[in-house]
């Protein structure tokens, strides 16, 4: 009896751990291009931070790419067409946040000619 119970627990976590992350990025090959979406599906907007360094490709995607992502849905965020006779692949980093926050800016107070910080 003792033995089943620390196996039954990591068999619980292991379970608990290998399901998919609610918002990730989603890859489709298609015959001359890799198109790239960000799936979410949780129940709330996300804001998501996309960087992509490509190997490869004929157009430079090193731009990072901000976009609210609404529930429930998946948004396509960049095509990558590969080069010929020339091996592609790309790295990725994909960072989700809650919101966008607004920056506020007061810009009413403006310094003047002969004015000091």
């Known amino acids: 009896?003792?033995?089943?119970?620390?196996?039954?627990?990591?068999?619980?976590?292991?379970?608990?751990?290998a399901q998919d992350k609610p918002v990730r990025l989603v890859e489709e090959k298609?015959?001359?291009?890799?198109?790239?979406?960000?799936?979410?599906?949780?129940?709330?907007d996300k804001s998501v931070f996309l960087k992509v360094n490509p190997t490869g490709y004929r157009r430079s995607a090193q731009r990072p790419i901000l976009k609210k992502i609404p529930p429930k849905s998946k948004v396509q965020m960049l095509i990558l067409i590969p080069l010929t006779d020339t091996e592609s692949y790309y790295t990725h980093t994909l960072i989700v946040n809650d919101t966008l926050q607004?920056?506020?800016v007061d810009r009413s107070k403006r310094l003047k000619k002969g004015d000091s910080l």
């Open 30 to 44: 298609q015959k001359k291009r890799t198109i790239l979406y960000v799936k979410n599906d949780t129940n709330e």
């Open 1 to 17: 009896m003792k033995i089943f119970i620390p196996l039954f627990v990591s068999l619980f976590s292991f379970t608990i751990s």
């Open 102 to 104: 607004a920056i506020d």
